[in-house]
């Protein structure tokens, strides 16, 4: 009995002194993590980036541990090179830490793209700890890249050598499009954003987002 009721005083305590932050915080918080996602990694969000590593040795992709803030399964892909695929900076240089989940979907969708000639998909950023911005305003919504899953992609090259910029091809050419069908079809991504549905915000490149699958 004396047990029980300072249990219940203490479970009284604990929701007084913990609902006026968590409500406050919650009020702030806009969502956009995958589901399930939380910092640090919870036990399922462990058992997915185990693995997700495990299944990118079969496939026989050689990868290194990598470390970046907020990236649950950090890999680093040293020869750049998924499905025969390859991904190259535009200009910035390597190592690029990546989410094992970006580094197993580009892999799924690299046939899908072999198929339409496609040498490489040329990026400027993968990992990177920033926040969305809207209407060039920053707001407190954590990007996808801030936790490894996203990549911007400014240019295509196909296997003729024809290198093909997203900001000044994506009008003409319908190899673009495809490309830009291949990730929206896959159920590995999310929705691409791309000049062709975020005009504003997205007309010089396709960002690229890997999901994360968790169970709820
Ligand atoms: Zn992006």
Same mark, same amino acid.
């Not at 295509?156 to 495809?178: P, Q, T």
């Given at each position: ?11 009284? /305590? ?25 910092? &640090? ?7 997915? =980036? ?10 026989? %992709? ?12 950090? #890999? #680093?892909?040293?020869?750049?090179? *998924? !499905?025969?695929?390859? *991904? ?5 240089? =390597?190592?690029? %830490?990546?989410?094992? $989940? ?33 209407? !060039?305003?920053?707001?407190?919504? /954590?990007?996808? $890249?801030?936790? !490894?899953?996203?990549?911007? #992609? ?11 910029? %997203? ?9 673009? $499009? ?5 990730? !929206? ?15 504003? =915000?997205?007309?010089?490149?396709? $960002? ?6 968790? &169970?709820?």
């Amino acid at each position: 009995m004396a047990s029980r009721s300072l249990g219940l005083m203490s479970a009284l /305590l604990l929701a007084l002194a913990s609902t006026p932050a968590t409500a406050g915080k919650s009020a702030r918080r806009v969502p956009n993590m995958p589901r399930g996602w939380s910092w &640090p990694p919870n036990p399922a969000m462990v058992e997915a =980036g185990k693995r997700c590593r495990e299944v990118l040795a079969e496939r026989e %992709v050689e990868f290194d541990g990598g470390k970046g803030k907020k990236v649950n399964a950090p #890999v #680093v892909v040293p020869s750049m090179e *998924l !499905g025969g695929v390859r *991904l190259e900076p535009t200009w910035r240089k =390597g190592p690029f %830490v990546m989410d094992c $989940h970006l580094a197993l979907s580009l892999l799924e969708v690299a046939p899908k793209l072999r198929a339409l000639d496609v040498a490489a998909l040329r990026f400027s950023t993968i990992h990177d700890y920033r926040h969305v911005k809207r209407n !060039g305003r920053k707001t407190n919504i /954590l990007s996808r $890249h801030a936790i !490894g899953l996203a990549m911007d #992609v400014f240019e295509v090259r196909l296997d003729d050598g024809r290198v093909l910029k %997203v900001k000044s091809a994506y009008a003409d050419e319908d190899v673009l $499009h495809e490309v830009e069908a291949v990730f !929206g079809s896959s159920d590995r991504f999310r929705t691409p954003l791309t000049p062709g549905n975020d005009p504003k =915000g997205h007309d010089d490149h396709f $960002h690229l987002e890997a999901r994360m699958p968790l &169970p709820r």
